[in-house]
């Protein structure tokens, strides 16, 4: 039975996916609502993740998200992947280990997801396009084809990011941004033709 990291919005979401997708869920690990209930599902500490149970970090952040994976991996977690089923992945396309796909969501031909990376609902993420680790699409973005999203780099709701662009290691594009030159590493920015944030 899979354990779900994280009881917030993202968290909720990837339960709804794990339901949608007929996969069985424990609960949640969560250290602010441990000892709760959450959608009727108890929530424990992150270290009471019983040793070889499968997990998936439903956390937006991508720098929590890398310490709770961590912190599961060495208690002898498994992370595991969720696409829901109304969700297009490509046959060829691959997806590392704790991956989360919500509905609507469009990954195309030979795309390379990285370990923990996040496409949320209606976003498309086009061909040869590679995540690093921690990768997350917010809805509705659309990632042109042949991108490179480094690791930790976020792309906002609506955004673009046009084809063969790079997006650096821990860069934020805003949302509704369409980004038309390379992100340098750590950089946000916003706006048509994005433009890094003042
Ligand atoms: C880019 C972003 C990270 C900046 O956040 P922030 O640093 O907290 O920025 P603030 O809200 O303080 O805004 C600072 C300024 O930038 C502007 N701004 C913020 N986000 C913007 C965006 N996406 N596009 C254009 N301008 C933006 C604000 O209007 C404000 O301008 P002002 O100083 O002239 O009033 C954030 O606004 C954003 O776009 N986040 C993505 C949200 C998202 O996609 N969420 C999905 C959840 S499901």
Known sequence: MLWIAGAGGVGREALDVAIAAGVPVAGFLDDRLAGRRVRGL??????????????????ADPAVRARLAELLDAAGGRPATL????????????????????GGAHVS???????????????????????GARVTVYPGANVSGAVLLHDDATVGSGAVVLQGRTVGPAAFVGAGAVVTRDVAERTTVVGCPARPMS
């Open 42 to 59: 108890p929530v424990r500490k992150p270290g009471e993740l019983p040793s070889g149970a499968p997990y998936l970090v439903g956390i």
């Open 83 to 102: 696409v829901h089923p109304r969700a297009i992945v490509a046959p060829e396309t691959e997806l590392a280990a704790g991956c989360l796909v919500m």
């Open 109 to 131: 031909s030979s795309v390379t997801l990285g370990p923990h990376s996040q496409v949320h609902y209606n976003a498309t993420v086009g061909h040869d396009t590679r995540f």
